[in-house]
């Protein structure tokens, strides 16, 4: 299974970037099943869930990005996505997806190499 993440780049405080995961190698049954997430991790900062979608479409978001993010799936495509709007400076880091549910451990698949996302101030 291998996951590609894409639409990271260098944007103003302010701005907006969408950004795209797809999981390839994973049939697609397997993807429906899946609770999927986006993960951020900053320099110097430990990998943190920033937002979820689960099998159900049920979504969620940590409180730093709660009301300027937005995840989304298509399952047909074993693609998850995040919308980010109103991008902060701190915002800025590495953006992976991977299984992932708030308040929920999961066994993860393999990390991709993720998306940059840099925000200047």
């Known amino acids: 299974v291998q996951l590609q993440a894409s639409g990271g780049g260098l944007v103003q405080a302010g701005g907006s970037l969408r950004l795209s995961c797809k999981a390839s190698?994973?049939?697609?049954?397997?993807?429906?099943?899946?609770?999927m997430g986006w993960y951020r991790q900053a320099p110097g900062k430990q990998r943190e869930l920033v937002a979820s979608?689960?099998?159900?479409?049920?979504?969620n978001s940590a409180d730093s990005v709660k009301g300027r993010f937005a995840i989304s799936r298509d399952n047909a495509k074993r693609t998850v996505y995040l919308q980010m709007n109103d991008l902060k400076p701190e915002d800025t880091a590495v953006y992976y997806c991977?299984?992932?549910?708030?308040?929920?451990?999961?066994?993860?698949?393999?990390w991709g190499q993720g998306t940059q996302v840099t925000v200047s101030s």
């Open positions: 979608e689960s099998s159900g479409g049920r979504t």
């Open positions: 190698g994973m049939i697609l049954s397997t993807f429906w099943s899946y609770d």
């Open positions: 991977n299984r992932g549910s708030f308040g929920s451990d999961y066994s993860l698949l393999n």
